[in-house]
């Protein structure tokens, strides 16, 4: 029975909220689906029936898994309700409940998945050069001529086909541990870069060139080999004990450190590392060292914005911004990227209408969660539309490839393109390979 899991449920979080309803115009699947039970005022509503054992688990878990986890109810609350643990809370104790009803099968292939290859940068480095060949070998093209990538699971060929050239397994290898500013240039900062693992894979250009122009606007950048993913994956799918094991990794590799700054260019990865504290909530050993990592953890445009790039070629063109949910709802890092647009000569920036409103990626939510992700993301484009912008700017690989994609099923791909922020700073920077 459901109800022996239902006592663990984040019962007394919920009486924070006042059912004043302020949350609902923030929330992209109250304005889709456009049900109660599928707002963060309803959810909550239903983790406290749970709780009190009016509800069951099974009648609890659709609205939780259909919940983006983009926390603008949280910036909207005027009561300060801490939506963000409830619905992890929710999520733990679902994930728990519903592992014994998952097939052995399926309990190993996630296994592998969260403790197995996520956390191994050797597999994923294995994993995106056979990506690789396969985009480069031609077996991509004959593949989309045949429409063969369309027998893979959960609507992956839709992604698949906005997927970024990856780079080679000889650029990875060539790709320093350590950065130095231009010659001349005494240090302004010593950082450490966070480098992920889904990032680090797929989208490593990004990264190298996030290193190049830290570097080159005064940094020292050190990357260590024995960080590791940062866990947001593990926390949104409730497995917070593996969640916990990547945090302590990652906390004893960069103390170890003398830096200013720990930083990373992935909004998601971001929220997840400066809330690392409240996993250890009550542990007199590894709160106070999560908190330490958490007072160096920036965004690369929290430092970027403290230097100053040569940004000396411009850029004409009309360009929007894709908020990170995770940037601006739990970061709260929300001003500097716009600064950095801004500073490209030839950008003419417009805001685009909503802009906190999520675009439907949250994680792997566009990949388990497809019909629904593309409502969230067409009320997105919309609003994209309406600005006529020629680039969509982000700064979170999930938004990047929903972006991508959202510019695809708009036709739009002969005139309009999605990059994150650090690949338009790079261009603006001219640097060889941007």
């Not at 699947?29 to 009190?52: C, D, F, W």
């Not at 906390?251 to 830096?259: G, N, P, S, T, Y």
């Not at 940037?327 to 003419?348: A, S, W, Y």
Request: glycine letters at 6%.
């Amino acid at each position: 029975m459901s109800h022996s899991h239902n006592h663990k449920l984040p019962y007394d979080e919920t009486f924070q909220c006042v059912q004043c309803g302020y949350c609902l115009p923030a929330c992209p699947t109250y304005q889709t689906m456009e049900k109660e039970t599928h707002s963060p005022r309803g959810r909550i509503n239903l983790v406290k029936m749970a709780a009190e054992g009016h509800l069951t688990l099974d009648e609890l878990k659709e609205p939780i898994d259909l919940c983006l986890g983009c926390r603008a109810c949280e910036t909207a609350c005027p009561s300060g309700v801490e939506y963000g643990k409830i619905l992890e809370g929710a999520r733990d104790v679902l994930a728990s409940y519903q592992e014994r009803k998952t097939s052995k099968p399926m309990r190993f292939a996630q296994k592998v998945m969260f403790q197995n290859v996520f956390p191994d940068s050797k597999k994923l480095r294995l994993a995106a050069d056979a990506i690789w060949m396969y985009q480069r070998t031609g077996l991509q093209r004959v593949a989309h001529k045949g429409k063969l990538t369309h027998i893979l699971p959960e609507n992956l060929w839709a992604f698949e086909e906005v997927l970024p050239k990856v780079s080679s397994p000889s650029e990875r290898r060539k790709r320093p541990a350590l950065f130095h500013p231009p010659t001349g240039m005494a240090p302004r900062f010593k950082v450490a870069f966070f480098k992920g693992c889904i990032m680090d894979a797929i989208f490593e250009k990004i990264n190298r060139l996030s290193m190049e122009l830290l570097a080159l606007a005064g940094c020292e950048v050190i990357v260590i080999p024995s960080q590791t993913c940062c866990g947001a994956l593990h926390a949104h799918a409730g497995r917070r004990d593996d969640t916990m094991t990547l945090a302590k990794q990652n906390i004893e590799a960069f103390e170890k450190l003398d830096v200013d700054f720990i930083v990373n260019n992935a909004g998601g990865c971001g929220a997840q590392l400066v809330e690392y504290h409240h996993l250890f909530h009550g542990d007199e050993e590894w709160e106070d060292r999560a908190k330490a990592l958490v007072a160096k953890t920036r965004d690369i445009t929290q430092v970027l914005g403290q230097c100053e790039l040569p940004l000396n070629k411009p850029i004409p063109a009309v360009v929007t911004y894709q908020r990170s949910c995770h940037m601006t709802n739990v970061q709260k890092v929300t001003k500097e990227p716009v600064d950095l647009i801004r500073q490209i000569p030839g950008v003419t920036f417009r805001e685009m209408a909503n802009p906190n409103m999520c675009c439907g990626s949250a994680g792997i939510y566009n990949v388990i969660h497809y019909e629904e992700s593309m409502e969230v993301l067409d009320v997105k484009m919309g609003a994209v539309k309406d600005t006529q912008a020629s680039v969509i700017v982000t700064t979170n690989p999930g938004c990047l490839l929903q972006m991508k994609l959202g510019v695809q099923r708009e036709g739009k791909a002969n005139e309009m393109r999605a990059v994150h922020l650090v690949e338009l700073l790079a261009e603006a920077c001219g640097l060889a390979d941007s």
